[in-house]
């Protein structure tokens, strides 16, 4: 069964530094997401991603985020200079298409801690 | 905007015992509304959803849950309780158009022997 697959499963960083957080979304999907559940909390929705560019993003995803995706499989989200506060698990989802089915399949998530 | 409220952090039933978590959603257009169960230390994994037609939808492991369009709930059942429910579930909603999931706050579920 087709899976969504992220990279790496934990990742530890000092503040201030980059990270790249990568995902494989399902191959013949269209729709590229990220959420973000700090410890204990819900998860949240950071930003959409369709088409080649942003059609979504919350107020979260600041101009320290960005996402692209480099080769038509992978999928990542760049933080360019950490805080302590980023640490969270970090979920990439796909879905083929808008109504119909319109399900998110989610990876294993990526836990971030930033010391 | 769209928003879920789950009520109760925590649930403790016994195995074998009726599992009932509670879902309430807020959505000014048609919402489509799902359940996601997380594992300790994994990912998000489907349960069920609600899109449109039959209001009572049967997920996997034995879950179900009622759409309410009166009640705006979306709760979550389960007849007889396995020691391997025990999770974290999460409420979503979206809708038709929307690009993005709003989740609720999440409940543990612990089956006590």
Known sequence: EPEVTQTPSHQVTQMGQEVILRCVPISNHLYFYWYRQILGQKV??????????????SEIFDDQFSVERPDGSN?????????????????????RRTGGNPEAFFGQGTRLTVV | ?????????????????????????????????????????QGLQLLLKYTTGATLVKGINGF??????????????????????????FCAVSDEGAQKLVFGQGTRLTINP
């Not at chain 1, 949240?44 to 993003?57: A, D, M, R």
């Not at chain 1, 999928?75 to 879905?95: H, N, Q």
């Open chain 2, 64 to 89: 179900e849950a009622e759409f309410k369009k009166s009640e705006t709930s979306f709760h979550l059942t389960k007849p007889s309780a396995h020691m391997s429910d025990a999770a974290e579930y």
């Open chain 1, 75 to 95: 999928f990542t989200l760049k933080i360019r200079s950490t805080k302590l506060e980023d640490s969270a698990m970090y979920f990439c989802a796909s879905r």
């Open chain 2, 1 to 41: 905007a769209q928003s879920v409220t789950q009520l109760g952090s925590h649930v403790s039933v016994s195995e074998g015992a009726l599992v009932l978590l509670r879902c309430n959603y807020s959505s000014s257009v048609p919402p489509y509304l799902f359940w996601y169960v997380q594992y300790p230390n």
């Open chain 1, 44 to 57: 949240e929705f950071l930003v959409s991603f369709y088409n080649n560019e942003i059609s979504e993003k």
